[in-house]
């Protein structure tokens, strides 16, 4: 817990000694600097912070972080970090993953973690392909795209991470680029405060496999100041346009996380057996 | 009137699933129990919700650890299909209750069987004026034929429906009434037990209620799990006693998720299980090898059922020890435990959460469907006498002055402090990669053959853990015979092993309750004791005799059995005495 006489923490207090392995001008670089900025901004203690990942490029971020954390298995990393936020609510826990580990493997678990509002961040960084593997078509890359799995083109739709956020039950929903991390800082900070399931969809581009950069620039537009924030079909409506593509928060809203429903329910059956009674045993 | 006197009695209740088979069974069961008689109970049910058939079969006795049973004493058949299927079964000099109304059991010529007619469907229908009090009319009848006072088999029917509105219990009870003077009046046959001295420091309990109240004992304070039959009532239970304790559980979206989160909740400093049958296994072969490479304590159960894949889901088997040894890609370490019986329930999953903290590894519980509700009459656990076990933690002041916390650091038994997120100075990042002393992903040759074998070194730690054998010599210095077995066969070994041994064999049994480590010191003097030994197990393929051959070099005699269904005493000893000198 913040104390008075606490010291202001800077960016480079939660990076650790290993250099980052992404190829240079990966989008991945500014998902954490926004990351390291925002944990800065909260001067949250790195002893206190859970970074959680699952493989792929985005996922080797924890090795980076001077925090405590878990590189754990493809697709896996929200129902691991739930289980975490469960038995240590004390703890900010911090998913992050790319595309093909969140909305592929991951998928699943993604649509559950955001219908329990599980109070914690998940970033994922989404560069519509997949990197770490050299190439090969996401759920997210877009249709007719020729890829290394795809010589032909995808014959798939791409889905939408924020907008499947929104429909499942995510109460923070929030897009933002890698190319503007003045703007991502902010959003991850907000994913940060907010009190529930925070979902911030890095677009974050893969200038070796799937180079959208200046696709992305020019298609890039702010989210509209008059956005009703709890307005979940508007929000999926922004969601959906791919031009205009929007950035921003998407959703914000305030229910009671899994957590607090937990914990209000421990509060009410504390001590109301004991083992000694159990052990008594009867049909 | 004909009073039989008995010291063991097999009973069985069959018919149709959602005629109330089973509550019949729980009722006379517990009754039984109450008056201080031994039990062990066996039931079978259809996979589906409604429909298929259902039986509930106990066995009675003055006897402590009874196995399953041999034959049938009292078949209690609720239609004749009912009667159809399990006169088989029957003992020459049983007692068959069937519904006069519903057939006319044809019996084979020169049989001593006996038969009452009770027509329970009638009673029920017309005097109770329910229908579905037939089982209750039935229970009535089997209590009395077994000399259970009227007052018990009343007063435990009550407790079961307390909460139910007053006419409805009522209606129930009076069905046991006129159930219980029908049988006073028209059974040929009565069943009396010795009176037997009701201990006051048995409880009543079943399988997989005591892996939960194990599991609570050990400290473990969170859970995540699946629905899967037979390992639900689990998940269950802790829902709704977790909270009590200041726990948390949750059901995940599939078996994938529930390992996963067990782990996280592990790596968080808390213990942690998940509990699933075999297909839920295999989904977490990928997360166990996680949490082997990660050495982070947790505890699986797999409540094994009839495989391969969907397989038979209420019927029993013993085909996942090759999956808990084996799975996993790649070689990762794990300990593997095995009750036979629901005392071990409970202890062994205290000993699989403290093996799993001191080894910093995965613990497998393998259960089995027929011990999953089996309901037996155990000691009390003395609560002040359970040892717990926490994972080891690093000590600061010297870590402060390496300046840096080494988290998997090689040390001689290969095991290394264990930080807890919140710990100021034990930050690293937990690896599903292969990694150096500091937890940093590394690739190099060298790391990764001193990592693998201090994995592996760490199983030394639990490989001469005591009592993770049971063995039952002969008086002589050799045994022609052993018979060696794992899981909830023991009973039944036991029991053929003395008929055998009444008979003039020279039979001893051993019987495995730690399959990974192997106890190999506990297990190789009893090899050594015995001529040949024949290796008792409820699958195809023979895993424990794979696993004995393996590490013994020593060829075993197969007994396996792919049924479904457990071993009986009888069909172990026909093995022997086909086997031995």
């Known amino acids: 817990m913040a104390t008075a006489t606490k010291q202001k923490s800077s960016p480079s207090d939660y990076k650790s000694d290993v250099k980052p392995v992404w190829c240079p001008g990966c989008g991945d670089y500014g998902v954490y600097t926004a990351l390291t900025n925002a944990l800065s901004e909260k001067n949250y203690s790195p002893w206190e912070i859970a970074v959680i990942s699952g493989i792929g490029c985005a996922s080797r971020t924890p090795s980076f972080l001077r925090v405590y954390g878990f590189h754990t298995v493809h697709g896996r990393a929200l129902a691991l970090a739930t289980g975490l936020k469960i038995a240590r609510p004390d703890l900010h826990v911090i998913v992050v993953a790319g595309d093909g580990d969140g909305i592929s493997i991951g998928g699943g678990h993604f649509i559950h973690a955001s219908r329990r509002n599980i109070d914690l961040t998940y970033i994922m960084m989404n560069n519509s392909i997949y990197g770490q593997t050299k190439g090969q078509a996401s759920p997210t890359t877009l249709e007719d795209a020729v890829t290394r799995s795809t010589p032909y083109g995808v014959f798939d739709k791409p889905l939408n991470p924020s907008a499947i956020a929104v429909v499942a039950g995510a109460s923070f929903v929030a897009r933002g680029f890698a190319g503007n991390p003045k703007q991502l800082t902010e959003l991850v900070a907000k994913a940060f405060e907010h009190r529930g399931f925070a979902f911030v969809e890095a677009v974050s581009p893969c200038v070796t496999f799937n180079n959208t950069y200046s696709s992305i620039k020019s298609r890039a537009r702010n989210i509209d100041e008059s956005h009703d924030l709890t307005n979940k079909i508007e929000a999926i409506d922004i969601a959906l346009k791919e031009n205009p593509l929007y950035f921003g928060v998407l959703y914000d809203v305030r229910v009671p996380t899994m957590n607090e429903k937990m914990s209000t329910l421990n509060e009410k059956m504390k001590g109301k057996t004991t083992l000694e009674e159990l052990l008594t045993g009867s049909v | ?581």
């Open chain 2, 1 to 581: 009137m004909g009073i039989t006197k008995v010291v063991d009695i097999v009973v069985r209740i069959a018919g149709e699933s959602g005629e109330g088979i089973i509550t019949t069974g729980d009722l006379l069961t517990y009754a039984a129990a109450k008056q201080g008689l031994n039990i062990s109970t066996f039931r079978t049910y259809p996979a589906e919700v409604t429909g298929g058939r259902s039986l509930f079969q106990v066995r009675l006795g003055t006897e402590s650890h009874l196995s399953p049973w041999n034959s049938m004493d009292v078949l209690v058949a609720f239609d004749e299909e009912a009667f159809n299927s399990n006169i088989e079964s029957m003992h020459e000099k049983g007692l068959v209750v069937y519904d006069p109304d519903l057939h006319s059991p044809s019996m084979k010529r020169g049989t001593s069987i006996s038969l009452y007619g009770l027509p329970m469907t009638n009673i029920s229908k017309e005097k109770v004026g329910i229908a579905r009090t037939k089982n209750m009319v039935a229970l009535g009848a089997t209590a009395n034929i077994h000399s259970i006072p009227y007052a018990n088999i009343a007063d435990v029917a009550q407790k079961r429906f307390k909460g139910m509105d007053k006419a409805t219990v009522d209606k129930n009870v009076e069905a046991i009434r006129l159930g219980y003077e029908h049988a006073e009046k028209n059974s040929q046959i009565r069943f009396e037990f010795p009176k037997v001295k009701i201990s006051p420091n048995k409880i009543f309990l079943t399988g997989n209620i005591a892996i939960a109240l194990g599991a609570i004992a050990a400290g473990c304070r969170f859970f995540a799990g699946y629905p899967i039959t037979p390992s639900t009532t689990i998940l269950e239970y802790l829902s709704r006693e977790f909270p009590k304790f200041g726990g948390n559980m949750f059901q995940t979206e599939d078996e994938l998720a529930a390992l996963s989160a067990a782990i996280g909740a592990s790596y968080g400093g808390v213990k942690a299980m998940t509990a699933t049958s075999g297909p839920g296994f295999s989904l977490m072969a990928e997360t166990l090898d996680l949490a082997s490479i990660a050495e982070i304590p947790v505890v699986i159960v797999d409540v094994q059922r009839a495989g391969p894949s969907t397989g038979m889901p209420t019927k029993t088997e013993q085909g996942d020890l090759n999956a808990a040894l084996y799975q996993g890609h790649g070689d990762a370490p794990r300990i593997v435990l095995a009750p036979a019986n629901v005392e071990d329930c409970f202890y062994l999953t205290i000993k699989a959460f403290n093996l799993a903290e001191r080894l910093q590894m995965p613990a497998i519980m393998l259960s089995e469907q027929q011990l999953s509700d089996r309901a037996e009459m155990i000691d009390k656990p003395s609560l002040s006498r359970i040892k717990i076990e926490d994972r080891l933690k690093p000590n600061y002041e010297d870590v402060k002055k390496e300046g840096v916390y080494k988290r998997y650091v090689i040390t001689e038994d290969g095991i290394s402090p264990m930080s807890t997120p919140g710990d100021r100075h034990g930050i690293y990042i937990s690896e599903s990669l292969e990694r150096l002393e500091n937890a940093t992903f590394s690739y190099e040759p060298e790391t990764h053959k001193v990592m693998m074998e201090k994995r592996f070194r760490k199983l030394k730690k639990a490989e001469n853990e005591p009592n993770m054998t049971r063995i039952y010599p002969t008086s002589n210095k050799k045994a022609d015979i052993g018979v060696i077995s794992w899981g909830p066969s023991e009973d039944a070994v036991i029991e053929a092993a003395n008929k055998a041994n009444k008979q003039g064999k020279n039979v001893s049994s051993l019987h495995i309750l730690m399959l990974s480590p192997l106890p190999t010191k506990q297990i190789k003097p009893y090899l050594d004791s015995v001529d040949k030994f024949i290796v008792a197990e409820l699958n195809q393929t023979g895993h424990l005799a794979s696993l004995l051959a393996k590490t013994f070099l020593l060829e075993s005699v197969p007994l396996r059995k792919t049924t479904g269904l457990p071993f009986t005493a009888n069909e172990i000893f026909q093995r022997i005495m086909e086997v031995g000198p």
